[in-house]
Nanobody
Framework: RVQLEESGGGAVPSGGSLRLSCVAS?????VAWFRQAPGKEREGVAL????????YYTDFVKGRFTISRDNAKNTLYLQMNNLKPEDTAMYYC????????????????????WGQGTQVTVSS
């Protein structure tokens, strides 16, 4: 079983930046960031397909967030700039066992492994 461990969350003012990290215990073909705010459903934020280096973002973070991966370290990152109060949520790293596709990457059920999450709080 692959283990994922997130870090890097914190509290920042609106307009601030954070970089989240997710260390995986083994290689996985697709890795993604999700988030869940209190009282809201979990939503996909960004996807990285490891072999092809392709990335996908949900509309509300395009231009502000960047997903990247250090292959040598099996570590996924999420650079978050120009943070807004509505970005406040628990952020989770997720990974697949055998692959993914661009049509279903936002669906949590597409992923086999999940981290425990790291809290991001943005104040206005």
């Amino acid at each position: 079983r692959v283990q994922l461990e997130e870090s890097g969350g914190g509290a920042v003012p609106s307009g601030g930046s954070l970089r989240l990290s997710c260390v995986a215990s083994a290689y996985t073909p697709c890795v993604a960031w999700f988030r869940q705010a209190p009282g809201k459903e979990r939503e996909g934020v960004a996807l990285r397909i490891v072999a092809s280096y392709l990335t996908y973002y949900t509309d509300f973070v395009k231009g502000r967030f960047t997903i990247s991966r250090d292959n040598a370290k099996n570590t996924l990152y999420l650079q978050m700039n120009n943070l807004k109060p509505e970005d406040t949520a628990m952020y989770y790293c997720a990974a697949t066992r055998i692959g993914c596709d661009s049509a279903s990457w936002r669906e949590g059920r597409s992923y086999d492994y999940w981290g425990q999450g790291t809290q991001v709080t943005v104040s206005s």
